[in-house]
């Protein structure tokens, strides 16, 4: 795959538009809209569902138990659906506009998710979607380590998901 091609910035710009009316705008509905836009333009609609099956519920549960054990609060408590919805975008965003890192080595993956990571819950901390219940430092400090170990991961669980044939073997 061309690391830069058309549907590059498509995915590229979807994941953003997603983000942005998850984070800024809390709108569920536009979010699926643009997700469903997103798989609509998939090359391999089964293999990026199986993913989304597959990732989408580590980064969701990751972020579930950091609210469960008050890392985050978010407006109304509880759990946003917005939340579920980002993960989702997310999940497939790594089988293409993320996709370049997933060839690098573990470190790599391990220093981006440590300093990237963190910085997309400061912005959602920035636009009011999250309040962190710990100290920022502190919370970002953790938000760093965690993130150092799950991109690698996440990009593990995506290529063993898609070796195994588990996203695009019919059964």
């Known amino acids: 795959m061309h690391v830069f091609s058309r549907y590059w910035f498509t995915d590229f710009f979807l994941f953003q538009a997603v983000w942005v009316f998850a ?12 997700l469903l836009a997103r798989l609509y333009v998939s090359q391999d609609l089964r293999k990026e569902l199986g993913i989304m099956c597959f990732v989408a519920p580590i980064g969701i549960v990751v972020d579930w138990l950091l609210s469960v054990f008050g890392v985050f609060h978010f407006e109304g408590g509880g759990f946003p659906f917005w939340m579920i919805l980002l993960w989702c975008a997310f999940s497939i965003a790594l089988t293409q506009s993320f996709y370049w890192l997933s060839m690098h080595k573990k470190w790599i993956q391990s220093t981006a998710g440590a300093i990237f990571g963190p910085l997309s819950y400061i912005a959602g901390w920035v636009v009011g979607a999250v309040d962190f219940g710990l100290h920022f430092i502190i919370t970002t ?9 799950m991109l690698p991961i996440l990009y593990s669980v995506q290529a063993r998901a898609v070796n195994a044939q588990w996203v695009t073997e019919n059964r």
Not at 23 to 34: A, Q, R, T
């Open 141 to 149: 400090a953790l938000l760093s380590v965690i993130w150092m170990f």
């Open 23 to 34: 984070v800024v705008f809390h709108s569920p509905f536009i979010c699926i809209l643009l």
